[in-house]
Nanobody, 127 residues
């Protein structure tokens, strides 16, 4: 099982941008489909984006389509989330997640689709 460590969170004004990174330990990173989730205070953790093992397949929550971009660098064992035009309601802890099932289904994902999780990084968007 890979170990995942997120970074890049912080405070940004509404309309601003942040790029989150998730560094994975271990040499098996390339067999994992990867995802990003977020959890706002008092709310359930929700799907944000996912990317296939090769990086050729990506999917997004409707709320972030056109503003967020997920990508990965298997040589660096890192997955990224570029977030543009951020909104105050997107203030949350952002989590990186890994799925070793080998099946990239596209579309939306649930927490149960992923077995490896990072500790999260806080993103705060001020109005």
């Amino acid at each position: 099982q890979v170990q995942l460590v997120e970074s890049g969170g912080g405070l940004v004004q509404a309309g601003g941008s942040l790029r989150l990174s998730c560094a994975a330990s271990g040499r098996t990173f390339s067999v994992y489909n990867m995802g990003w989730f977020r959890q706002a205070p008092g709310k359930a953790r929700e799907f944000v984006a996912a990317i296939s093992r090769s990086g050729t397949g990506t999917s997004y929550a409707d709320s972030v389509k056109g503003r967020f971009t997920i990508s990965r660098d298997n040589a660096k064992t890192t997955v990224y989330l570029q977030m543009n035009s951020l909104k105050p309601e997107e203030t949350a802890v952002y989590f990186c997640a890994g799925d070793r099932s080998g099946v990239y289904k596209g579309g939306s994902y649930t927490l149960r689709d992923f077995s490896a999780w990072g500790q999260g990084t806080q993103v705060t968007v001020s109005s």
